[in-house]
């Protein structure tokens, strides 16, 4: 199937516009996965009372509310609070962060924890969308990926959250040891009977510091192989693209009207608040990430301490790069006269030489109005972003490792 995607205007935003976006870290899960690394505390429960109270504070430092467009609950899975907990924290969200009209209010939700009940009170209390994490269909698959759901109970939050919710998201994860290419595409398949707004699709992928990362080494985990891999990810774009899914972001599809706008404002290079343990905002054109330990993070709030634990404003050539790799992640690329326009430098100026060799391997479209990747350079972009961010250090490597993939 050919994959064509016309580039449409890049339209970022000017990171000394006030942020219109927010978002609030909930790190509680019932237990960590064997592939998760994330910010989360499992089976501590008996920290949320304080957690509420500290995210009061931390927000209280902003001093006066700040509208919003798009409001994002992650984590860790919110939904592990308590529905009364819950509330008290969409509610202490709302005060600082008032939605304007047409507001995207999005809440990540484990399949296990979606009940009519819970997602009546969501919507009464203003979510709009809900993102579950459901990962497969397949009960070995769940199982070697240590969830906590069943098949079923994923079918069935789909169905529940479609009655409540503007906006339905799924996650499936594929490219997980002894998956086949069969378990993947039955997983596609029966997530489109089910009619969602939205699928994000993601490899696998084994991070230093988890579970799956310790398997590996020890030889009790294995890779799929390569081209297996790849043949996963096309089926997932041709298959969610035939079903009539816009494919707009690398890893994500939505149908008409219901792409993920908080998402977007980030790959816009956009501002956007938060608060949370682990949490990144973007205000003013600095950068600042919280403390990734929730009991770190909850004592310095208590003793009204700074949570920052990292804090940087980026050389404008520096955000340049980053701004263009956040815009190559949309399939409709980077527009060169806005892109000027907002970072003051010429794409060519910035990453000439590597665009042209990245042309010539077919990894990327270079045109006089815009840039994007092919559908070849989708499955490489990983390999493709360092060397855009870091031109000199990373050409020789990104380049072997495009052209292996090739």
């Known amino acids: 199937m050919t994959h064509v995607i016309t580039i449409a205007p890049f339209a970022p935003v000017l990171p000394s516009d006030p942020p219109r976006a927010a978002y609030l870290h909930v790190p509680f899960c019932a237990h960590r996965c064997g592939y998760c690394n994330f910010t989360l505390v499992a089976g501590r429960d008996d920290l949320i009372d304080g957690y509420l109270e500290a995210i009061g504070s931390e927000l209280a430092w902003l001093e006066s509310p700040r509208p919003v467009d798009t409001l994002f609950f992650g984590g860790g899975t919110p939904t592990q609070l308590p529905a009364d907990r819950l509330a008290r924290l969409i509610a202490t969200a709302r005060r600082w962060f008032p939605l304007a009209d047409g507001y995207e209010f999005s809440i990540e939700a484990n399949p296990a924890d979606v009940t009519d009940e819970r997602l009546a009170q969501l919507a009464e209390l203003g979510v709009s969308r809900i993102s579950l994490g459901g990962q497969s269909f397949n009960q070995a698959k769940l199982s070697r990926l240590e969830r906590d759901h069943t098949p079923e109970q994923l079918s069935r939050a789909v169905t ?11 996650d499936l994860i594929f490219g997980v040891p002894e998956e086949s290419l069969a378990v993947w595409q039955h997983d596609l398949e029966t997530l489109l009977k089910l009619e969602p707004d939205h699928v994000s699709t993601y490899g696998l992928t084994f991070e230093r510091g988890t579970a799956f990362w310790s398997r590996l080494q020890q030889g009790h985990l294995s890779r799929l192989d390569e081209d297996l891999e790849g043949a996963m990810y096309a089926a997932a774009i041709d298959t969610l693209t035939a079903a009539g899914f816009e494919h707009y972001e690398v890893s994500n599809f939505a149908r008409p009207g219901h792409r993920c706008r908080h998402n977007e404002i980030y790959w816009a290079g956009g501002g956007y608040y938060a608060a949370g343990p682990g949490a990144a905002r973007f205000v003013d054109g600095r950068r600042e990430l919280n403390h ?8 310095r709030v208590q003793a009204g301490q700074s949570p920052v634990a990292e804090s940087e404003i980026l050389p404008p050539v520096d ?3 980053e701004l263009l790799v956040f815009g190559l992640r949309r399939l409709a690329g980077v527009e060169r006269q806005s892109f000027c326009h907002v970072t003051g430098f010429e794409i060519d100026a910035l990453v000439g030489p590597e665009l042209a060799d990245l042309a010539r391997l077919g990894l990327m479209e270079v045109e006089p109005d815009g840039v994007r990747l092919t559908r070849a350079g989708l499955f490489v972009s990983d390999a493709i972003w360092p060397r855009l961010l870091r031109p000199s250090a990373a050409r020789d490597a990104a380049t072997a490792s495009a052209g292996r993939s090739l």
């Open 292 to 299: 990734r330990s929730t009991t770190t993070w909850l004592r």
């Open 319 to 321: 955000r340049a790069r």
């Open 160 to 170: 529940i959250a479609k009655r409540w919710m503007r906006s339905v998201s799924v």
